[in-house]
């Protein structure tokens, strides 16, 4: 089944340390998404890519770092810059933006959960 | 700024009910809207989509458009008590390069 895989489901880390966080996927998507959620709140957008190579900061972009080398794959590494690393991070990804594909919704994975002590 | 707003709640309705969610944005050029469902620890998943003025229903739920009014609502009938989840609303618009903008999320509890 076609679908996006996020991994690990929980990451522990301490301060000062990168981590990246792994999204695959293998719906044939041009487009895909880094979201963080913090409890109570919406999903705030981090970067997000519509072609290989190519990726664009989202609203909080500060202290995050992305990767687009395979169609498939979008990592995120969450950098000892950003100052409250500790979140829920949801990777999306949607058919391409061409077209009459900007009606296309989102599709998640099931999330990574980062604790930072 | 493109906005979307909801109300957090939590709204609560008895088994049997109709919940009424509802959105308001601030791009007035916003194109898509949709409907995710969040249950408690998971990641949002789409029940709805609506792209032009008027109802569209799907089984138990209707989505609702007013671009006049800049809103769109969520309607659960017959609630369950496995309808309890957060709904978040999204809007798609060209001042934000299309890419969904998520209000916070109305949190929505049916009680038996």
């Known amino acids: 089944d076609g679908g996006i895989t996020q991994s690990p489901k929980y990451l522990f880390r301490k301060e000062g340390q990168n981590v990246t966080l792994s999204c695959e996927q293998n719906?044939?998507?041009?487009?895909m998404y880094w979201y963080r959620q913090d409890p109570g709140q919406g999903l705030r957008l981090i970067y997000y890519?519509?072609?290989?190579?190519?990726?664009q900061k989202g609203d909080i972009a500060e202290g995050y770092s992305v990767s687009r080398e395979k169609k498939e794959s979008f990592p995120l590494t969450v950098t000892s810059a950003q100052k409250n690393p500790t979140a829920f991070y949801l990777c999306?990804?949607?058919?391409?933006?061409?077209?009459?594909?900007?009606?296309?919704?989102?599709?998640f994975g099931n999330g990574t959960r980062l604790t930072v002590t | 700024q493109k906005e979307v707003e909801q109300n957090s709640g939590p709204l609560s309705v008895p088994e049997g009910a109709i919940a009424s969610l509802n959105c308001t944005y601030s791009?007035?050029?916003?194109?898509?809207f949709f409907w995710y469902r969040q249950y408690s620890g998971k990641s949002p998943e789409l029940i709805m989509s609506?792209?032009?003025?008027g109802d569209k229903e799907d089984g138990r739920f209707t989505a609702q458009l007013n671009k006049a009014s800049q809103y769109v609502s969520l309607l659960i009938r017959d609630s369950q008590p496995s309808d309890s989840a957060t709904y978040l609303c999204?809007?798609?618009?060209?001042?934000?390069?299309?890419?969904?903008?998520f209000g916070r999320g109305t949190s929505l509890i049916v009680h038996p």
């Open positions: 719906l044939n998507h041009d487009a």
């Open positions: 890519s519509q072609i290989v190579n190519d990726f």
């Open positions: 999204a809007v798609n618009s060209p001042g934000g390069s299309y890419i969904p903008t």
């Open positions: 609506i792209y032009s003025n």
């Open positions: 791009d007035r050029g916003s194109q898509s």
């Open positions: 999306a990804s949607s058919i391409s933006r061409s077209g009459n594909s900007y009606n296309s919704p989102l599709h």
